[in-house]
Structures are given as structure tokens and as C-alpha cells.
């Protein structure tokens, strides 16, 4: 028991803990912002969020994790918002459902 108390308290105190800066260094930062990739930028991530994107050093803390970021690309903020609602799990397919309007066939119009 006193195994299982340790474990608990260990796990709430590194939750408590805010995570290491993260620099991802000469990466190709794509965003719909822009009408180009931005080539050979240095990214500055802090609790979470972008605080820069530059292409000059970043004077980083000791303990921040770095990440060469050479031949590779950044999106910030993506996300694949195309899903298929009717293939999730619990979800019935559309015409199994007797409270569903739509029949199979307009579904696919």
C-alpha cells in the first residue's frame, strides 16, 4: 500500500510540474499564413504554445530540449478535421437507424 501511495504522489507532483522549453532548430515552417514555407527557422515553444519563430539563435535555457529540425516540416496548428461520423464506434451507419431522416441513398447524393 505504501508502493501504491508513493506512486500517486509522484504522479501528481510531475503533473504539477510545467514541461522543458522546447527549440526546434532549421525547420521549414509552413503556415496558411503565408504564401511560402518559411526555410531554416528556429521555433520557440514554452508551456504549449509558439512564443517565436525566427531565423536568428535562440538563446535557450539550459535544461530546454532541442530538436534539429533539418529536412523537416513544421505546421503549427494542423489538424485533420475530416472524420467519418458514421464509421465511429456506437455510431450506427446512416438507414440503420429508425430515428435517422436520411435514407442511404440521399445520404450519398
Known amino acids: 500500500m505504501k508502493h501504491v501511495c508513493l506512486l500517486v504522489l509522484l504522479a501528481f507532483a510531475s503533473s504539477a510540474t510545467p514541461a522543458a522549453d522546447l527549440l526546434i532548430e532549421h525547420v521549414t515552417v509552413i ?3 503565408q504564401s511560402q514555407p ?6 520557440l ?20 530540449r532541442k530538436i534539429d529540425g533539418r ?18 464506434a456506437g455510431i450506427p451507419p446512416i438507414g440503420d437507424d429508425p430515428g435517422c431522416s436520411i435514407s442511404p441513398a440521399s445520404a450519398t447524393a
Do not use: C, W, Y
Not at 518559411?38 to 521555433?43: F, G, K, P, Q, S
Not at 529536412?71 to 465511429?88: E, I, N
Open 38 to 43: 518559411l526555410a531554416d527557422r528556429n521555433v
Open 31 to 33: 503556415s496558411p499564413e
Open 45 to 64: 515553444i514554452r508551456d504549449g504554445r509558439i512564443v517565436s519563430v525566427g531565423q536568428q539563435a535562440v538563446a535557450a535555457k539550459a535544461d530546454t
Open 71 to 88: 529536412g523537416k516540416f513544421l505546421t503549427p496548428g494542423l489538424m485533420d478535421s475530416h472524420v467519418h461520423a458514421s464509421d465511429s
